[in-house]
């Protein structure tokens, strides 16, 4: 086995076993630690398998991204440590793990290492979908879908409703990694258990994230070396047929899709109560950073005040910009932007399977912090694939990319046109 090999198999049971965790309601200090001490072991084994030499210019762009994320989060904790008990300190040493294990996973593996990663984790997210379907975990009060053994009276226990919508939403994105035939089989799952747990945030970023997938895949693709007047006939297919089905559901289905899917006009979650309560939510967490603009009110402080009062934090841009300040705030948009910046590069140039699945990732998990909070808290679904892929996009550059795999354009000019006629994708002339 390759060391790039192992080091995605590894990263992929890294974060299985975050989920397993959420999943099968496992204590989560405790194994919290084993996770990570997997993780700590899994990383000396990758490094002694690459001889213990990593690329000089990868090692210190490694420690740029970790060293201003360690600082923001060493700094904002500094600030705040009279707030701090050891409960929330070990969450803290949490979070500082998380990021640390899973980018360095992402260095060690390189894109080599990224299809194996994203097939391991894509497996474990299938079977956790698999045994949240088959217990059939459905809130009496509200009808909606958690996970196999939430506790209904607890409210920390096991997935809530909106975490069950965000495994069927991880597990469609992830499979963009493993394959267009993932994808199809993935898709219409994950919408199921989505609608199921009533969650329109994760329905919604499915619907954003295969079109994104359908735009980056015909349109984006190799454009770079596109011939000026010429434009994908498959891609306009495709369109057309989704702006079909489309038209035909919003005539037919429009009132299912608002009143019964989307729950527009529904008193408690419509349109009416403020996005579900979210807007005083997101009011109170302003005034959590008001207290400290710069530097935030400290990693999982502002939650935990919050949760103290049953209520919830969701919007994760917010909770970072309370917790960790405009620094963190700024961080966070920084890895956002860079990685959906260095994604869409790399399409045009090579329309390379693996950027599009980070693109899509990006946008779409970008999305949803806006109304969810997925970048902050160590048992966040998606948040270890959030780290890895930034690591990958911000650190693994381009010409890492380019020795992965052959690239579908060539980059000597006179070979292009005769690329391009071997490609799946017919063009004519404007």
């Given at each position: ?149 939430k506790k209904h009276d607890v409210q920390t226990s096991g997935l809530h409703a909106n975490e069950v919508g965000m495994l069927g939403l991880t597990a469609v994105l992830v499979s963009i990694g493993v394959g267009p035939t993932a994808v199809v089989a993935t898709a219409l ?79 408690r979650r419509g349109l009416s109560s403020g996005f579900t309560g979210r807007l005083d939510q997101w009011a109170g967490m302003l005034e959590h950073w008001q207290q400290n603009p710069v530097f935030g009110r400290g990693y999982s402080i502002v939650r935990d005040d919050v ?124």
């Amino acid at each position: 086995m390759t060391p790039c090999r192992f080091s995605g198999i590894a990263a992929g049971l890294f974060f299985n076993g975050f989920l397993a965790i959420s999943v099968l309601d496992l204590p989560k200090s405790a194994c919290y630690a084993v996770v990570t001490g997997f993780g700590l072991a899994v990383s000396f084994v990758g490094l002694s398998l690459l001889g213990w030499q990593i690329n000089r210019d990868i090692v210190q762009r490694w420690l740029t991204m970790f060293g201003l994320f360690s600082t923001i989060l060493g700094v904002s904790y500094a600030v705040n440590f009279d707030a701090y008990e050891f409960s929330l300190t070990f969450k803290v040493l949490g979070y500082f793990a998380m990021f640390a294990l899973s980018t360095g996973m992402a260095v060690l593996g390189g894109w080599r290492g990224f299809r194996t990663c994203m097939v391991t984790h894509w497996g474990g997210l299938w079977l956790a979908m698999i045994l949240t379907l088959v217990v059939n975990n459905v809130n009496p009060h509200n009808g909606r879908l958690h996970g196999p053994f939430k506790k209904h009276d607890v409210q920390t226990s096991g997935l809530h409703a909106n975490e069950v919508g965000m495994l069927g939403l991880t597990a469609v994105l992830v499979s963009i990694g493993v394959g267009p035939t993932a994808v199809v089989a993935t898709a219409l799952a994950g919408f199921y258990i989505a609608s199921l747990s009533g969650c329109r945030g994760a329905m919604i970023g499915i619907v954003l994230g295969l079109i994104t997938y359908l735009f980056a895949r015909e349109f984006i693709a190799g454009s770079r070396w596109r011939v000026r007047n010429t434009v994908p006939v498959r891609g306009l297919w495709l369109l057309a047929g989704l702006l079909v089905v489309c038209i035909l559901a919003g005539t037919t289905g429009a009132s299912a899709i608002v009143d019964r899917l989307l729950l527009l006009s529904d008193e408690r979650r419509g349109l009416s109560s403020g996005f579900t309560g979210r807007l005083d939510q997101w009011a109170g967490m302003l005034e959590h950073w008001q207290q400290n603009p710069v530097f935030g009110r400290g990693y999982s402080i502002v939650r935990d005040d919050v949760l103290s009062e049953a209520n919830n934090a969701d919007g994760g841009f917010l909770l970072a910009t309370a917790e960790l300040g405009i620094l963190g705030l700024l961080y966070f948009c920084g890895l956002f932007a860079g990685s959906i910046r260095n994604s869409l590069l790399e399409i045009a140039r090579s329309g390379d399977a693996k950027a599009v699945t980070c693109l899509v990732f990006m946008v779409v998990f970008g999305f949803t912090n806006l109304f969810e909070s997925r970048i902050m808290g160590t048992g966040s679904i998606g948040l270890g694939i959030f780290f890895y892929v930034s690591a990958l996009c911000l650190i693994v550059r381009d010409r890492d990319l380019q020795n992965a795999d052959p690239v579908p354009y060539s980059s000597i000019p006179g070979d292009r046109d005769k690329v391009q006629k071997n490609t799946c994708r017919t063009q004519v002339l404007l």
